[in-house]
């Protein structure tokens, strides 16, 4: 179907373009108008908590402190009282790290302030990120993640320790050769012994 008042050639170079149209799309997106404080704000500090989060400081952060509590926990449907007060404190050191981080990119940050800011748009915040910010408030997630941890706390060099033990030979299993016993073989998380 043909537009009014053009011809083929013009139809052709509207739906081709220009060799520029490639340029343009290299370009950078930026939206004019009046910038929204709020959203520059939010978006800015979302930005540094992705950077504190995800660096690998932070993560020996939360693991020291998986390694020094996973100890006090069991793998049971029941949570101790006990517990209540290590998540505390890990949600205090959290919260404390990413603040004293925060502070030192933007001097008038507020936690308190950024978390109602949070309440409005979380949907603006992404899903990865989301995520792990929401496994510093919720319970059942910290218990999962330090249990997780458990086996690894004690390993002096964080590798695995493979232990074999002498098992019954079956020779009905064995079909030719020399009879030799079955290897079984028990892969744990090395444990020093005390």
Not at 32 to 37: L, P, R, V
Not at 59 to 74: H, M
């Amino acid at each position: 179907m043909e537009k009014q008042g053009m011809d083929d050639e013009e139809i052709k170079e509207e739906i081709v373009g220009d060799e520029d149209m490639e340029d343009d799309c290299e370009q950078e997106f930026v939206i004019h108008g009046d910038i929204n404080k709020d959203d520059e704000y939010f978006d800015m500090i979302v930005s540094h908590i992705q950077d504190i989060v995800f660096d690998p400081q932070f993560a020996e952060v939360q693991n020291k402190f998986f390694d020094d509590y996973c100890n006090e926990f069991e793998d049971t449907e029941e949570n101790k009282i006990a517990y209540t007060k290590i998540f505390q404190s890990y949600r205090d050191t959290i919260e404390f790290y990413i603040e004293k981080r925060l502070m030192e990119v933007q001097k008038d940050f507020r936690m308190a302030n950024f978390l109602k800011l949070l309440e409005k748009r979380a949907d603006q915040v992404d899903d990865h990120l989301a995520d792990t910010l929401l496994s510093f408030t919720d319970f059942l997630l910290f218990k999962q993640l330090i249990l997780e941890r458990k086996p690894m706390a004690k390993k002096p060099d964080g590798g695995l320790a493979v232990a074999g033990t002498k098992a019954k030979l079956h020779s009905e299993e064995q079909s030719d050769g020399e009879e030799m016993p079955d290897i079984m073989l028990d892969i744990k998380p090395y444990h020093k012994k005390k």
